[in-house]
Nanobody, 114 residues
Framework: VQLQASGGGLVQPGGSLRLSCAAS????????MGWYRQAPGRQREMVAH???????TYADSVKGRFTISRDNAKNTVSLQMNSLEPEDTAVYYC?????????WGQGTQVTVSS
């Protein structure tokens, strides 16, 4: 399984960005997809997950601001990020879980700054 992320960038506080991740390879085995992020000097943390069924989980810090979605036919997952805050600045990583196997995409930088 390979994951290719895109969509990061620089945005002002209160702005929006959309991240996308495309999976290729043995995508049929992926049950859960999502996003993690890692800020400088901090541990990587879960941002949001979505199961193939559509069930979602969000970190408390992004609830109400971020929305994760998934297109099973296209093997893509997206993260719509609204009302961005400087604290959202981090490298965002796409993640896929297939059984007990974890797959990671390359990180994409999100910077929220005026």
């Amino acid at each position: 399984v390979q994951l290719q992320a895109s969509g990061g960038g620089l945005v002002q506080p209160g702005g929006s960005l959309r991240l996308s991740c495309a999976a290729s390879g043995s995508t049929f085995s992926i049950n859960r997809m999502g996003w993690y992020r890692q800020a400088p000097g901090r541990q990587r943390e879960m941002v949001a997950h979505i199961f193939r069924s559509g069930i979602t989980t969000y970190a408390d810090s992004v609830k109400g601001r971020f929305t994760i979605s998934r297109d099973n036919a296209k093997n893509t997952v997206s993260l719509q990020m609204n009302s961005l805050e400087p604290e959202d600045t981090a490298v965002y990583y796409c993640h896929g879980l297939a059984g007990i196997a974890n797959y990671w995409g390359q990180g994409t930088q999100v910077t929220v700054s005026s």
